[in-house]
Structure formats: C-alpha cells, structure tokens
C-alpha cells in the first residue's frame, strides 16, 4: 500500500527558530499542511516535500520502503533503492555492449529488470531521468 511522509524545513516567519516537521506515514494526500512553531507557537500552513512509502506485509509485520529515486516513465514506474542502484542501472543502461555471464547458467541479476529498462529504444530517455533523479 503506498503512503506519504510529509516534510517542512523552513525558517518560521514570526520568530528566528527554524521549522522541522516530518509527519508519521499516511494515506491521505494533502496540498498543505499546518505546523506549529516550538519557540513562538504561531500556526503556519506550507506546501510540504512528500515522499512515497510503501507498506509492505512480511510474516504479519509490516515493513516500510522509501524509493529515494522513483519516477513516471512511459506508465511504467522506474525506481532505485538508493543512490548505489541508480548508479547501477545507469551503467547498464548506458553499456553499449551488454554481456552474459557464464556463470549461474548465463543469469545476471539485469536479467530480472523488466524489459522497459533493456529496451535500446529507452536508453537516451532513461539517461535523461537518472540525470535528473540525480540532481534532485
């Protein structure tokens, strides 16, 4: 099930203490959120940065998984764990000539990926959204 965090780190407009909020996981989608500030106690409403979760059942407990880099790509979802998987994935993507290993019986773990990832047609296009995970 996906949930959102949502995140505030601004400086407080009525006083020089400076805004941290990070809410618990939630379902609900909000535009803005209200936070109060500890030192001056005014109430103040911010657009906030949100970030994607997804619950996940294992042996009747429940575990969280943030995609750090995760976008829309031709209604498929690309997304990497962390900043080493992106890595990864763009040196594949990026290979010119992809080779199988002979080990295993020729399986590599970029043979799990699915075919949106493998397809030479992408290959600029992916470039371009890791360029821009990247930077984010």
């Not at 990070?22 to 657009?47: A, F, G, M, Q």
């Not at 043979?111 to 470039?127: A, G, S, T, V």
Request: glycine content about 2%; overall charge positive.
């Amino acid at each position: 099930m996906k949930k959102f965090i949502y995140s505030v780190d601004r400086n407080c407009p009525f006083c020089p203490a400076v805004i941290n909020y990070r809410s618990l996981p939630t379902s609900k989608i909000k535009k803005e959120i209200e936070v109060t500030c500890n030192d001056c106690k005014e109430r103040i409403c911010y657009t906030p940065k949100v970030e994607s979760v997804y619950d996940w059942k294992f042996k009747g407990e429940n575990i969280e998984f943030t995609y750090w880099f995760s976008e829309r790509f031709k209604g498929e979802m690309f997304w990497a764990v962390n900043e080493e998987h992106l890595i990864y994935l763009e040196d594949f993507i990026s290979a010119k000539q992809r080779q199988r290993s002979k080990e295993n019986y020729g399986m590599m773990l970029v043979d799990k990926l699915p075919q949106f990832i493998k397809d030479k047609k992408n290959r600029d296009e992916l470039l371009k959204l890791i360029l821009k995970l990247k930077n984010k």
